[in-house]
């Protein structure tokens, strides 16, 4: 690992990833060559094996890169040493993430009370191009020039396990979020806890069990 002189900002050796990240490329490629992509709400979560995405693409090969010990390692160094994972977004053209960013939205729907966090940055179409991982403090005005316009983007987002996920849709955040992303749901998302303790009551059960298949109208018993 690499660290930069700047704050809250290090750098994941590649060498270490590369696997991980090589496993992802054609998963990612593929996804990118299909016609019509598939929207962008759809790859939110692209890590959680029971999530939206997961009709998709295999989820377990993103989450084993999100967990992967070099990465959390760099995500401790600048978070502390109780890591909680809990989203992570696939951009088939990472613009659109460097508009979210320069529009300062990364960090404005987090659900994490006090905010606090770090992402890190993934190009999966190059293995060979070491993962960024910045403080979310840092982000706003962070030197972002590695990252090219047209080229996949994977976004993994980590908070503190001192900070609490809020799950109540009511709040703020939550509320900011819907909003603005109908089609995301943050308070359902399941958490992994991926070094350390957790130190604030946080809720690792829910999202980890898909939902109870129903009929949509009432069934009448047949005597």
């Known amino acids: 690992m690499v ?3 700047a704050t809250g900002h290090h750098s994941v050796d590649a060498a270490a990833i590369r696997a991980c990240v090589e496993a992802l490329r054609p998963i990612v490629l593929d996804l990118a060559a299909r016609q019509p992509r598939p929207r962008p709400e759809r790859l939110a979560g692209i890590h959680n094996p029971w999530g939206h995405a997961a009709v998709l693409a295999t989820a377990w090969p993103f989450l084993d890169l999100c967990e992967h010990a070099s990465i959390v390692e760099a995500v401790a ?5 109780d890591v909680v994972l809990w989203d992570s ?4 053209e990472a613009g659109s993430y460097l508009r979210f960013v320069e529009d300062g939205r990364e960090g404005l729907y987090w659900p994490a009370t006090p905010l606090a966090g770090a992402i890190v940055l993934v190009t999966p179409a190059r293995p060979a191009d070491p993962a960024v991982c910045l403080e979310l403090a840092a982000v706003p005005g962070a030197d972002l020039d590695h990252v090219r ?4 983007l994977y976004v993994i987002r ?4 001192t900070s609490l996920y809020v799950r109540d849709p009511h709040a703020l955040r939550n509320r900011a979020a819907m909003e603005a992303q ?3 749901n943050y308070t359902t998302r399941p958490l992994w806890l991926v070094a350390g303790e957790d130190r604030a009551g946080n809720d690792f059960v829910t999202g980890f069990s898909p939902a109870v298949p129903r009929w949509a109208g ?4 047949q005597t």
């Open 158 to 161: 980590y908070m503190p396990a």
């Open 3 to 5: 660290v930069s002189m």
């Open 182 to 184: 109908p089609l995301i």
């Open 77 to 81: 160094r600048l978070i502390g040493p």
């Open 89 to 92: 977004e696939l951009h088939l």
């Open 149 to 152: 316009p047209a080229e996949p």
């Open 218 to 221: 009432t069934r009448t018993e």
